[in-house]
Each structure stands twice: as C-alpha cells, then as structure tokens.
C-alpha cells in the first residue's frame, strides 16, 4: 500500500481527508507513528487501526496537533478587550462566539476570562468545537499545568482557577460557559449566526486549497459585521478575496459593502 492508497483507508475510517494538510509534513509525522508502533507497511498499520481503538484513539490525536496555552499572545487579547469586543457590543447585549479549533480549551476559556471584564458570566455563551475527542475530554476536566498558564495575568489566575497540588482547575462558572463538540473543519456543516469566530494557529497546516474552503465557511457562518480573529502566522492575504476587510491586524470584519460572488463558489 502507498501512501495515497493509505490516505483513502484513513479517509474511510476516520472521515479525515489527509489529501487536505500539507503531505510532506503529514506524511513526515504518521511515518514516526508508524515507525513508533513498530509496523513495517501502510497496510499493517490500515489494519491495525481497524481492530485496536486505543491505537486508533491514539493516531487521531497524533494527528490534530495541540499546542494551546492561556492568553496566547498577549498583545492580541488586549486588543480583543479593548477594542473588539467593545465594537460588537455597541448593539448587542450577548454575542455568539465560536472557538473552531479549541484543542485542550486553553483558547475558550480564556475568552469567557477576557470578555467577563465587559460581561457577567451569565451572559457568555461560547461554542468550542475541536476534531480531536481526547483534547476535548481535557477541555471538559479543565485540569491545567502551570506552563499553560505562564502567560495569563496573576489575577486572572487567582480569580478562575483553583490550585490543585502543582496543577490549576478551571472553576465551575467558568466551564458553564462553554459548550464543547467535535467538530471537523473540512467536513462538517458550520454553525450560523456567529459574531465572532476564532482560529488561531491552526490553518498553517492545510493546503491552500482547504484553507480557501474555511475561510469561505467562516465568512458565510458570520453575522453582518462579524469579525474573524486568526493566529499570529496566518494573516489573510488578500482578505477581500473571502469577503472579509481587515480592522486590525489579526482581526478581519465580514466585509458586506464589497461582496465578493466567489464566495458562494
């Protein structure tokens, strides 16, 4: 079996189309697994994959990197305190938030931390979707190390957190506010009616081809003014290509005044 024979096996097994991420670093990364598991060809692994669970619990979440940490990128948040946040409230009481990638839920939970300095608890509602089932049970357990809070403020720690030992827990209030689901990117229908959108960090690792798709999706599950926010390697070039503008940088505003028809294409 080669490895496009091997990316249909995976396609049929796991609904994740590999044909979609970058080849040479994805193939890089499956060939240590496989190396790893000690199996010798593609076929063995394909099946292997099909009678052990754990090992394909494991392949999945070997797969969707996670590398996630609390108020990642400081100088962006502020801006999203400051400023963006203020701007989609100038006419809503509650806004519709989307963490499309949350990994771990260090990227959800710190946005209900930042937008309760502007908002009750109460009124924060967040949807944090991720492909990776095992990131996600360590979302909903909200047990943290201190190296994933090294960048969150000292009083935000004191605040949101419990100590437990050497590690941190998420308090209850905070995880109320957020709603965990899987999710696929490149496959599943995306939500509508959302004010802002983040995903951060995580395109970097799709072709171009995939990357246009989302970007599209993104602008299209956006209300009138929603705003994208992306990680610090992933600007958009030529934003109005998507129908997006940008306000900030980092921060992209659904661009309705110049609507592009490519978007529907």
Known sequence: MDYESFKEEILKITKINLSLYKEKQMKRRIDALIKKNNFDTYSDYV??????????????TYLTINVSEFYRN?????????????????????????????????????????????????????????????????????????????????????????????????????????????????????????????????LIYFTDEAKNDIYKKFNMSLNSQGILFVGSTEQLIMANKYNFKSIKTFFYEKDEDNFNFNILN
């Open 47 to 60: 099946y292997a994959l099909k009678l052990n669970k754990e090992l394909l619990k494991e392949f999945v």
């Open 74 to 202: 400081p100088d962006q948040w502020e801006v999203l305190e400051k400023e963006i946040f203020p701007l989609l409230l100038i006419k809503k009481k509650k806004i519709s938030i989307w963490s499309s990638a949350c990994s771990t839920g260090d990227e959800p939970y710190t946005l209900v931390m930042v937008l309760n300095k502007l908002l009750p608890l109460s009124s924060i509602k967040i949807l944090a979707t991720d492909i990776d089932l095992e990131a996600l049970e360590k979302a909903q357990m909200g047990v943290y190390s201190s190296k994933s809070l090294e960048n969150l403020p000292k009083d935000m720690k004191s605040k949101y957190f419990t100590v437990i030992g050497d590690s941190y827990r998420i308090k209850d209030e905070v995880k109320n506010c957020v709603e965990f689901k899987q999710f696929n990117l490149l496959r599943d229908t995306y939500p509508k009616g959302i004010d802002l959108i983040v995903c951060r960090n995580v």
